[in-house]
């Protein structure tokens, strides 16, 4: 964290950056190109471009945000392998001193003293109407939420709760317990949900509103087992009306897709998508494992739809699809946004927290929902509830594959079928790759960072200096 930038270096970075973004997406006014921190909050103007250059930056992230959590973490599991040679994301081999570990756990924080800078410079602003003080504080707390969601997940008790401005403290936060985090996560969520309205601030779905709050927050009550609170708020956000569940599988993560609940934008506005850039550039050689083709069901669409052909180094092999633009700028293609948050995965929220709740007809019901879109058919409401809980994570594979994580995060966070005492990773990735060890479920924290704060604590099965 020490190599996070000064606030107003910070600053000309973060206005700057959001300058070649305006686009009718954003409707960001061009920002002055150098401005202090208070000047930048004192009107309307700069203080939308503070907060836009958030999500700006956050597309600029290449092993963070803008495809690497998807690329980095579908690797870690068992979904995308190199088929030219060693990976160590995919032999779960990582040492401290990984570069890919290292940026994303720098941008991550990067991102965060992006927003807490905005954080501190809104609610001190007398320059702006209550309305939009609060609008853009709840996108900031929706930020903030996100990154840590990411972070707590990927590192666990290693990570250390950042909420100062202040790069100066920030470099000596220590590392926190979990819990800590995710009661900052709902509590930063919750602030969210009553600053945000329904409407988006932005044209298009590039900057959040209270849907996204919500729908990020039923993720996280269904991580944290509140199934309750997770059926509710994944329902409130289906029943919103605001997004379509059966768009066709090819128009899911197109910038006109009816699903997406909010999403980034390619940096040079209609340029190469980023995870299709990991997959389709001719060089590329992660391929999708044949565990994950095997999973699809006959006659599943997404298995058509979202899974295509590559050729590299006169190799030919299957890769994820779900985006078509690659390492080159395709203007015969639709533009394509990287989706964060979709409807689909809301369904398969409710349907989990239904299913360990041991409403299994509820369950099926939103199961099937998926299934039907996909041409597969619709599965009997008479399934007992571990079968349903199964269906469930299968859906969830073949559903949310190579996106955000889902398939990484899932199998960290399930129990073990045949020992409840182990996750599913244990289970699956220790049957599937030779080298598991279930302290690889965690990511090391960079030997630099542990250098530089010796407030961090390591990760167990990692150098510790």
């Known amino acids: 964290m020490a190599t996070n930038p000064t606030i107003p270096s910070l600053f000309i970075l973060l206005l700057s950056a959001a300058l ?89 924080f990067t991102s965060l003293l992006q927003i807490n800078t905005n954080i501190s410079g809104l609610k001190a602003s007398t320059g702006l109407s209550i309305a939009l003080q609060h609008q853009l504080l709840g996108e900031m707390f929706f930020c903030r939420a996100f990154v840590n969601f990411y972070l707590v997940n990927l590192w666990g008790d290693a ?150 052909t590559n050729t590299s180094y006169s190799d030919t092999f299957k890769i994820p699809y779900k985006y078509k633009n690659g390492f080159f700028t395709n203007d015969s293609l639709p533009i394509e946004y990287y989706v964060v948050l979709r409807l689909a995965e809301q369904f398969l929220i409710r349907a989990e927290a239904n299913a360990r709740l041991g409403q299994t007809s509820a369950s099926v019901a939103d199961l099937n929902i998926i299934r039907i879109r996909a041409g597969l058919p619709a599965l009997a409401d008479t399934l007992t509830q571990a079968q349903c809980i199964a269906a469930v994570q299968q859906e969830r594979r073949v559903e949310l594959f190579s996106e955000w994580g889902h398939r990484w995060l899932d199998l960290k966070r399930w129990p073990g079928v045949t020992n409840p005492s182990l996750t599913r990773a244990d289970e699956v990735l220790g049957a599937y790759k030779s080298g598991w060890q279930p302290t690889d479920r965690y990511y090391p924290v960079p030997q630099y960072e542990l250098q530089v704060n010796p407030n961090l604590v390591q990760n167990p099965g990692y150098p510790n200096h």
């Open 159 to 308: 990570v250390p709760l950042v909420t100062s401005p202040n790069a100066a403290v920030n470099a000596f936060a220590k590392s926190e317990n979990h819990e800590q985090l995710y009661t900052q996560i709902i509590a930063d969520l919750l602030e969210a949900q009553h600053d945000l309205s329904i409407s988006y601030p932005s044209a298009g779905r590039a900057r959040p509103n209270v849907m996204a709050v919500d729908a990020l927050l039923a993720r996280v009550y269904l991580y944290q087992q509140r199934y309750n609170e997770a059926i509710s708020l994944a329902g409130t956000v289906i029943g919103s009306n605001l997004y379509s569940p059966l768009p066709p599988l090819s128009g899911v993560f197109l910038a006109t897709s009816r699903e997406a609940i909010w999403q980034l934008l390619p940096p040079n506005f209609n340029g190469p998508d980023p995870v299709g850039e990991a997959y389709i550039y001719h060089y590329s050689p992660s391929g999708v494992t044949p565990e994950l083709l095997a999973a699809f069901e006959p006659g599943d669409l997404r298995r058509q739809t979202w899974i295509g």
């Open 20 to 108: 070649p973004a305006c686009n009718k997406v954003l409707d960001v006014p061009a920002p002055p190109g150098q401005i202090g921190v208070a000047a930048a909050f004192g009107d309307s103007t700069t203080a939308v471009a503070a907060v836009t250059g958030v999500y700006v930056q956050m597309a600029g992230h290449g092993q963070f945000e803008w495809s690497g959590i998807s690329y980095n973490t579908a690797r870690s599991a068992d979904e995308v392998i190199n088929r030219l040679g060693t990976d160590s994301f995919a032999e779960n081999s990582l040492l401290y001193t990984n570069t890919g570990v290292r940026l994303m756990w720098q941008q991550g």
